[in-house]
């Protein structure tokens, strides 16, 4: 009696285009997918693979049953070997093709810890979206050796959006970047014009490095000063009402006139005045007092 009838697949190509979307009941779930029947004759295939962004499909009952009437759409048509491919997470829509404007590169994010490895962890932000946080993102006071000393899976966090690869799918996350550094709280603390101590940790090429507080370093521009030349000056014989001023002036250096600014060196301990704050680059540039 069939025989008598056109066969359904004698017209799949004009009723079934690619990208299409369509409905059917499910008849069968195998280890690698399901089939879903479309019309009498006309089953497609729906692939582990096809059936979730968020996860790796291990076992495809977890998701679709027997008679279950579910939505897909069309990813491929092969009229000759009578055979369709459908895709379900297809019909759901792409979770990724707008996360570069849900997740912007600068934003902060929270999220579940979905697991973990050696070399970071892995955080859902949304159905079919995780960013990855590589080990040493999480932390800046201190270097960990693996995740798990700081997280662990199930525990709600929040992160700062570093870099988005929408070909790639991949977005990376940092913890550290959304937590305040000793810098930011030092810059916070101070303005340009305010006079500080700091010790000289490098110099090179009229600059100097100058170290302000444990992390927290500046740059100092030095300008080489030309030598004056020296005047031995005439001395008169003191007397014992001078004699205490006099001790004074050789305890800070030598008679007025002969005192000079300290030369720079590595290690030495000055006093500078903050000539720019830059908040922004967090720079700070010194000038000597």
């Known amino acids: 009696m069939k025989q008598l009838q056109p066969h359904p697949w004698d017209s799949a190509a004009e009723k079934y285009k690619t990208g299409e979307r369509v409905r059917g009941a499910v008849t069968r779930v195998v280890d690698f997918g399901a089939f879903v029947e479309l019309e009498p004759g006309i089953e497609g295939l729906i692939h582990a693979s096809e059936m979730s962004w968020a996860k790796k499909v291990r076992t495809p009952g977890d998701l679709v049953k027997p008679g279950e009437t579910v939505e897909a759409v069309i ?84 992160a700062q959006v570093l870099a988005v690869d929408e070909e790639k799918r991949l977005l990376r996350l940092g913890m550290k970047q959304l937590v305040p550094t000793s810098l930011d709280e030092y810059m916070a603390e101070h303005k340009e014009g305010d006079v500080i101590t700091g010790r000289m940790i490098e110099a090179s090429d009229g600059h100097a490095g100058v170290e302000l507080g444990e992390g927290i370093r500046g740059t100092c521009r030095i300008v080489a000063e030309r030598p004056a030349k020296k005047e031995r000056p005439v001395e008169p014989t003191p007397d014992l009402s001078s004699l205490s001023s006099m001790l004074k002036e050789r305890w800070k250096g030598g008679p007025a006139g002969e005192s000079k600014p300290e030369a720079v060196r590595v290690g030495q301990i000055r006093s500078f005045r903050i000539a720019k704050l830059d908040r922004a680059t967090k720079k700070i540039e010194l000038e000597l007092v």
């Open 75 to 158: 990813l491929g048509v092969n009229v000759g070997e009578r055979r369709m491919s459908l895709g379900l997470k297809q019909a759901l829509g792409d979770p990724w093709a707008d996360v570069a404007q849900r997740f912007a590169v600068g934003s902060a994010i929270e999220g579940p810890v979905i697991s973990l490895t050696k070399f970071g962890a892995f955080v859902q932000l949304s159905e079919g979206v995780e960013g990855m946080i590589h080990v040493s993102d999480i932390r800046a006071e201190k270097r960990i050796n693996h995740p798990q000393e700081t997280l662990k899976v199930g525990q709600l966090i929040k």
